[in-house]
């Protein structure tokens, strides 16, 4: 197996070292389901996660019943505590709905507890029920408002004494915010789920952007990247310096039949749930059969098959990152686990080995 044999046509810009990772939301709420059991079983997963080489752990941030976590940097703080080498990242921080100043303390903090380990995936969110619980409802501009929160956060980062003024919160006149994290530049990345005027913005901003791909044809985003790229070096930032990451749903398992009959009845029941609220067709078991192959977007099969398909995007995006969510829907405890570990003992070496990258 080789990356030219997966995809003849692709990019020359591999990264020296290719990250690969998990993020979660938390296991699915249930009715009768001790939500602090649900929670130790995630810590488990994390500890599992370093113990097998993965090199990121990724939470998001919900406010739905249907999701578990609301505050990620609370729940990567007890993380760090139970490991030593991972990054752990937000995935992602609901900028809009946040005031950037408490998003850098939070952080900051975790940077602290972790030795240096934290990041901010910062991303417009995917969902809507932040804005009514912390700004009454959704902004008019909302663009503008998360470009202003943006550019507060940056500032906040980059600025031990800030002065800003905008129209989003009170103005700031020469304040640093304590404590400030143990790294010199605290990482933030922007979130992308396949608006180019959010890939221009990161482009642009000089900031690692994380593109979403939960459905479709993975080669379909191929301009995304492209347009990151060069907007980036149209912006004359350092090219050595751009980092892109890939995240997509997945479940590993011995078999691919194994993978496929554990993951896709609760993948059909989240995606088919959301559908209803949004207005979305129904999908059935051939629709996501159809997306476990190789050029679609979920990982779910055996090792040697997720292995491969990581392979072949890595030929079509050349990114730096990949974190998979295995928590998509009510999976049991056990299955992630057997997942996570084969994730890091089987699939990461057979990568990076493909790859040539360093471990």
């Known amino acids: 197996m080789t990356i030219a044999e997966l995809n003849p046509t692709a990019t020359n810009t591999a990264a020296p070292r290719l990250e690969l990772g998990l993020f979660t939301f938390g296991p699915a709420t249930q009715p009768g389901v001790d939500p602090a059991r649900q929670m130790a079983d995630l810590l488990e997963e994390a500890e599992l996660a370093e113990q097998v080489g993965l090199d990121v752990f990724g939470i998001g941030e919900h406010h739905r019943p249907d999701f578990l976590i609301s505050s990620p940097a609370v729940v990567l703080a007890a993380v760090a505590a139970r490991t030593r080498r991972m990054r752990l990242t937000s995935a992602v921080t609901v900028l809009g709905s946040e005031d950037p100043v408490r998003v850098f303390q939070a952080f900051a903090t975790l ?32 663009d503008g408002l998360f470009s202003e929160k943006l550019e507060l956060l940056l500032k906040l980062r980059d600025e031990e004494v800030t002065t800003w003024q905008g129209r989003t919160r009170p103005p700031l006149n020469g304040v640093t915010l304590y404590p400030r994290p143990a790294q010199d530049e605290l990482p933030v990345w922007l979130a992308v789920g396949g608006t180019p005027a959010s890939v221009v913005r990161a482009g642009t901003l000089g900031l690692p952007m994380a593109l979403a791909i939960i459905g479709g044809q993975p ?25 892109l990451g890939i995240n997509s749903h997945g479940l590993i398992a011995r078999t691919s039949q194994e993978a496929r009959d554990t993951a896709i009845p609760h993948h059909i029941e989240m995606m088919n749930g959301l559908g209803r609220e949004r207005g979305w067709g129904r999908a059935g078991r051939a629709h996501f059969e159809e997306q476990s192959e190789l050029r679609g977007a979920l990982f779910v099969g055996d090792p040697q098959q997720v292995a ?5 995007q890595h030929g079509i995006f050349g990114h730096h990152r990949f974190l998979m969510q295995m928590t998509a829907g009510a999976l049991p405890h056990a299955e992630i686990m057997t997942s996570i570990e084969l994730y890091g003992t089987e699939v990461a070496p057979l990568v990076r080995r493909e790859l040539g990258v360093e471990v």
Not at 118 to 129: D, K, P, V
Not at 308 to 312: D, G, L, Q, S, T
């Open 111 to 142: 940077d602290l507890l972790s030795g240096g380990r934290a990041e901010i995936m910062a991303g417009r969110g995917s969902f809507s029920e932040s804005f009514p619980l912390f700004l009454g409802g959704m902004p008019a501009d909302y």
């Open 219 to 243: 080669e379909r985003f191929r301009p995304f990247a492209d347009l990151y790229r060069q907007t980036w070096a149209g912006a004359g930032h350092d090219p050595a310096a751009l980092r």
């Open 308 to 312: 491969e398909k990581i392979v072949f």
